[in-house]
Structures are given as structure tokens and as C-alpha cells.
């Protein structure tokens, strides 16, 4: 089991800045790939940024790619999401996952494990 607890979700001015924690107990964290979905009122769960259990510069969909950084401390067992430039459309519920497996994936229903979202509204 792996339990993840999210936090750092708040409310926001357009262009300005988040960043997203994400803190995991149980299994060897060094072990898990870690991703980031969202989720906004009457849109399907999407998936946002990922990264391997080896690390990397990780993975990105295309609406946050170059806005967006994922980042993990297995010194800490915490996963990060800065997020820049934020705009209104990003604003949703923020959900970390977890996974173990041997190839990745960003589809969320192979993620095992979730937390219970930070909720992040960006104003315009």
C-alpha cells in the first residue's frame, strides 16, 4: 500500500506561480513512477506531468509542457509540481498517483494509488 498526501493548492492570479507537494508512505518511494492528473468540474480526470522511478526530466502533456516541472526527493519521499504561467484553464482539482510497474503509462486507471487532490483556481 502507498499512501500519498497532496498539498500547496490554493487560489491564484493568472500568470503567477504554484508549487505542488506531494508526500508518499509505504512502499520504497524510490521504487514508484509518480504522476500528476487534474480534474475540473464536468471534464474527465486528465493526465497532467509523470516521472519514472529512475528520475528524468519526466513527462508532460502538451498544455503544460514548458510551463509545468515534475520533480521528486527520494531523500524526502515527496514528488513536486511547479507550475508557471499559470492560466485559468488550468485551474482544477490536482491529483498525485503512484505506480509500479515495468513500462510507463499516463493513463490513470494503471495508477493504483491517489490522493485526495489540492484544489488549485486560477483568477483571471
Known amino acids: 500500500q502507498v499512501q500519498l498526501v497532496e498539498s500547496g493548492g490554493r487560489l491564484v492570479q493568472a500568470g503567477g506561480s504554484l508549487r505542488l507537494a506531494c508526500a508518499a508512505s509505504?512502499?520504497?518511494?524510490?521504487?514508484?513512477?509518480l504522476g500528476w492528473f487534474r480534474q475540473a468540474p464536468g471534464k474527465e480526470r486528465e493526465f497532467v506531468a509523470g516521472i519514472r522511478w529512475s528520475g528524468g526530466s519526466g513527462y508532460y502533456t502538451d498544455s503544460v509542457r514548458g510551463r509545468f516541472t515534475i520533480s521528486r526527493d527520494n531523500t524526502k519521499n515527496t514528488v513536486y509540481l511547479q507550475m508557471n504561467s499559470l492560466k485559468t484553464e488550468d485551474t482544477a482539482l490536482y491529483y498525485c498517483?503512484?505506480?509500479?510497474?515495468?513500462?510507463?503509462?499516463?493513463?490513470?486507471?494503471?495508477?493504483?494509488?491517489w490522493g485526495q487532490g489540492t484544489q488549485v483556481t486560477v483568477a483571471s
Open positions: 498517483a503512484a505506480r509500479q510497474g515495468l513500462w510507463w503509462t499516463t493513463q490513470h486507471d494503471a495508477y493504483p494509488y
Open positions: 509505504g512502499r520504497t518511494f524510490s521504487n514508484l513512477d
